[in-house]
C-alpha cells in the first residue's frame, strides 16, 4: 500500500522483484522445495501471488517485475531444476494479464560478470524469447571483492549491449568508496563520472539505471 501511495504521489512507476529465485537458494515456499521450474504447478502458484499483488498494487504503477534475482549466481546443479527448466518457468508465467494488457514489463535478473562472462549453453541469451527486459546488477569488483579500476565501465557496458538486444535495465549500479576495497571516494566519484557518459552512449539500449549504495 505505501508504494502505490508514493507511487500515486510522485506519478512513477516502481519496479518488483518478485523472485521465485535468489543467490542463497530458492524463495519458494517449502512445499514447491522439490517442483521443477518447468511444472504447472510452479507456475500457477507464482500467478496466485501476482494476483495477490495486484490487489494492492495497480498494475499502471509497476514497470516491471523481476521474477529472479541474480539468477546467474545461483546453484543449479543442486536443484532439481535447470537453467532451461526456469525459461519455461518464466514463459508459462508470461500470459500473466499484467504482462499481456496490463503494461508491466517481464524480466528475470542477472549479474553484469555473469550475464557477459558464461560460456553457453547457459549463457542468458536463450532467455531473451520469453522477457520484455533484462535486469542486471552491476559492481564492477574482482574476485576478491576489490573494486576494478573506474576506466572498465565503457567496456563493461558495451558488453552487455553487444551480447542482448533485448533491453536492459541497471536494476543496481554501486561502486564502494571503502579503503578495505581497495576505493576512495575520489575513485567512486571517477567511476560514477564514467558511468554517466558510458550510459549516455548506450542510452537506448539501457533506457533506465538506479544507483545503489554510496558506501
Same mark, same amino acid.
Given at each position: 500500500?505505501?508504494?502505490?501511495?508514493?507511487?500515486n504521489a510522485y506519478g512513477t512507476k516502481v519496479v518488483l522483484i518478485l523472485s521465485a529465485v535468489e543467490i542463497p537458494g530458492r524463495a519458494t515456499p517449502s512445499d514447491l522445495d522439490s517442483t521443477s521450474f518447468s511444472s504447472a504447478t510452479m507456475a500457477t502458484r507464482y500467478k496466485a501471488m501476482l494476483d495477490y499483488v495486484f490487489t494492492i498494487m495497480s498494475e499502471s504503477n509497476v514497470q516491471s517485475i523481476s521474477l529472479g534475482n541474480e539468477v546467474d549466481a545461483y546453484n543449479w546443479s543442486g536443484d532439481v531444476s535447470a537453467v532451461s527448466d526456469f525459461e519455461t518457468f518464466i514463459s508459462n508465467v508470461s500470459d500473466h494479464s499484467a504482462f499481456v494488457s496490463g503494461g508491466v514489463e517481464l524480466a528475470f535478473t542477472g549479474t /553484469?560478470?555473469?550475464l557477459t562472462e558464461t560460456a553457453g549453453p547457459d549463457d542468458w541469451t536463450s532467455?531473451?524469447?520469453?522477457?520484455?527486459?533484462?535486469?542486471?546488477?552491476?559492481?564492477?569488483?574482482?574476485?576478491s571483492f576489490q573494486v576494478e579500476d573506474p576506466s572498465v565501465v565503457s567496456g563493461d557496458l558495451q558488453s552487455l549491449v553487444d551480447k542482448f538486444s533485448t533491453p536492459i535495465y541497471l536494476q543496481e549500479v554501486g561502486y564502494q568508496s571503502s579503503t578495505t576495497s581497495g576505493s576512495s571516494e575520489d575513485l567512486?566519484?571517477?567511476f560514477f563520472c564514467n558511468f554517466f557518459q558510458a550510459?549516455?552512449? /548506450?542510452?537506448?539500449?539501457i533506457p533506465r539505471a538506479s544507483i545503489l549504495r554510496f558506501n
Open positions: 500500500a505505501s508504494l502505490e501511495a508514493f507511487s /553484469h560478470h555473469g532467455m531473451e524469447s520469453v522477457v520484455d527486459l533484462i535486469h542486471v546488477t552491476y559492481y564492477p569488483i574482482d574476485s567512486q566519484a571517477e550510459w549516455d552512449d /548506450h542510452a537506448t539500449e
